[in-house]
């Protein structure tokens, strides 16, 4: 036996260091829990059978239903650009720029964070709640026991469906939010639409499209990923669905700006 009470409280000068290290060795373990989530369900994306029934359902789930908002924020962010910038460079008198402005705007940076913010607060909570139900309920102990995995049968479908229609709804939304700057520059303050259009096909290329192809893809894991997670591990009764739901949704919003910093850095 220990010669120390382990129950017994640390002295006041190692408390400081007992808790940070406490804390530290939680991050370390939540960080790796989630590391090996993430493996275990992209191997299996890998090993047959591939549930494409599941996948459909999910494309749908993810994709199809986040339409919705995903036009309509697109549309007003794209107007409130074309708006603001335009008293911006009016004041320098570049407003032929308003163009490459917009669209740059939105093909590097908003469309792919605002895009994968809205579809986390629908899709995603959604997502958490859902598998949150399923192991409240032990629907998905009752997988396990019919010889099914739930990580093949929930997880792997999420993750694929948020690859496949991140990027589709990224591009939808940095189209729509052009032609939602177009109104506003061109009908409403009087700019030239070749002017708008003319300048963006000078300055816009194959590079800024792809930072933004590539942004997208890394949300249309990082989301499915945490909110899956969430909804894995949620605790005990309504109040941890509900919890795990509002987790999975705060911690998938900054991980998408932390990450949208750091492929924004490294990226050319």
């Not at 000068?13 to 373990?29: F, H, W």
């Not at 859902?130 to 396990?144: C, F, K, N, S, Y």
Request: hydrophobic share 55%; aromatic share 10%; glycine share 12%.
């Amino acid at each position: 036996m220990s010669g120390r009470d382990d129950a017994a409280p640390f002295p006041l000068p190692l408390r400081v260091p007992e808790l940070v290290g406490r804390v530290t060795l939680d991050v370390v373990q939540s960080l790796g829990r989630f590391g090996r989530f993430l493996a275990h369900a992209l191997a299996l994306v890998f090993v047959p059978p591939f549930k494409v029934g599941r996948l459909i359902d999910r494309v749908y789930f993810i994709g199809f239903r986040s339409l919705t908002i995903v036009l309509l924020t697109g549309a007003f962010t794209g107007m409130v650009l074309g708006l603001q910038v335009f008293l911006v460079l009016s004041r320098f008198g570049a407003e032929g720029f308003l163009g490459p402005a917009v669209a740059l705007s939105l093909i590097r940076e908003l469309g792919p964070v605002l895009c994968a913010v809205f579809v986390t607060g629908l899709a995603g909570s959604a997502l958490t709640a859902e598998i949150g139900i399923m192991r409240i309920t032990e629907q998905i102990d009752a997988l396990t026991v019919m010889a099914l995995s739930p990580m093949r049968y929930l997880v792997v479908p999420a993750v694929v469906a948020g690859l496949l229609t991140f990027p589709l709804m990224t591009a939808i939304f940095d189209v729509v939010g052009i032609f939602g700057g177009y109104l506003v520059s061109v009908k409403l303050l009087g700019l030239s639409a070749g002017t708008y259009f003319g300048e963006m096909q000078t300055f816009v290329d194959s590079s800024d499209l792809m930072i933004g192809v590539w942004k997208s893809l890394t949300f249309g894991i990082l989301v499915p990923w945490v909110c899956t997670y969430k909804g894995f591990h949620c605790g005990h009764g309504a109040a941890g669905v509900a919890r795990a739901t509002t987790q999975a949704v705060v911690l998938s919003s900054v991980l998408i700006l932390v990450a949208d910093y750091v492929l924004g850095s490294l990226l050319p």
